[in-house]
């Protein structure tokens, strides 16, 4: 069974421009979250997925926004980069919800200059 | 301010010995789960303990959770140069319908 898998790996951007993140989860899970991991702040919750709607949202900008398609798969843009959103950026998918188990991805790195 | 918090924030120990991790969190939980991340990589599930569970054990691993003092602990029994990861605890807030991760732990075992 494939696992979580996330492109692309890495990412350089500059400070102003756009960028989308894709994710495709686990053959049969029907959530996908998205996290981002800095060192400063660690492990941060940004959205949660569910059958193509937005279950829940952590305390980030509307620059940052998701979606997820009909067969699961879902992408994250982050739009007017800053330098501060250079992270590494996991996604990970569940059955159901994240919240009893989670499979995560490998994550992209992004880099914003 | 982050959910959960843990303690120590850096281990070094050595082959064979026993690491032990800590995570307070603050507000009541309905479970909490504890991931393993190798250096910049994506987190491996380890394991979930449920709110009514006080002890749950798997292979090398043992959680404990306490909710009156709102903290649960990560014993790893005679460690190896590969359990060498950053730990985190998450939980599922009650009430929040929110999943929060700790701080981590980064454990190094010496060979």
């Known amino acids: 069974k494939a696992g979580v898998t996330q492109t692309p790996r890495y990412l350089i951007k500059t400070r102003g421009q756009q960028v989308t993140l894709s994710c495709s989860p686990i053959s049969g899970h029907r959530s996908v979250s998205w996290y981002q991991q800095t060192p400063g702040q660690g492990l941060q919750f940004l959205f949660e997925?569910?059958?193509?709607?937005?279950?829940n949202k952590g305390n980030f900008p509307g620059r940052f926004s998701g979606r997820q398609f009909s067969n699961s798969r879902s992408e994250m843009n982050v739009s007017t980069l800053e330098l501060g959103d250079s992270a590494l950026y996991l996604c990970?998918?569940?059955?159901?919800?994240?919240?009893?188990?989670?499979?995560f991805g490998q994550g992209t790195r992004l880099t914003v200059v | 301010s982050q959910q959960g918090e843990e303690d120590p924030q850096a281990l070094s120990i050595q082959e064979g010995e026993n690491a032990t991790m800590n995570c307070s969190y603050k507000t009541s939980i309905n479970n909490l789960q504890w991931y393993r991340q190798n250096s910049g990589r994506g987190l491996v599930h380890l394991i979930l303990?449920?709110?009514?569970?006080r002890e749950k054990h798997s292979g090398r691993l043992r959680v404990t959770l306490d909710t009156s003092k709102k903290s649960s602990s990560l014993l790893i029994t005679a460690s190896r140069a590969a359990d060498t990861a950053s730990y985190f605890c998450?939980?599922?807030?009650?009430?929040?319908?929110?999943?929060?991760f700790g701080s981590g732990t980064k454990l190094n075992v010496k060979p």
């Open positions: 990970a998918s569940s059955l159901v919800t994240a919240r009893t188990e989670a499979f």
């Open positions: 997925y569910f059958s193509e709607t937005q279950r």
């Open positions: 303990i449920r709110s009514n569970e």
């Open positions: 998450a939980t599922d807030a009650e009430n929040f319908n929110k999943f929060y």
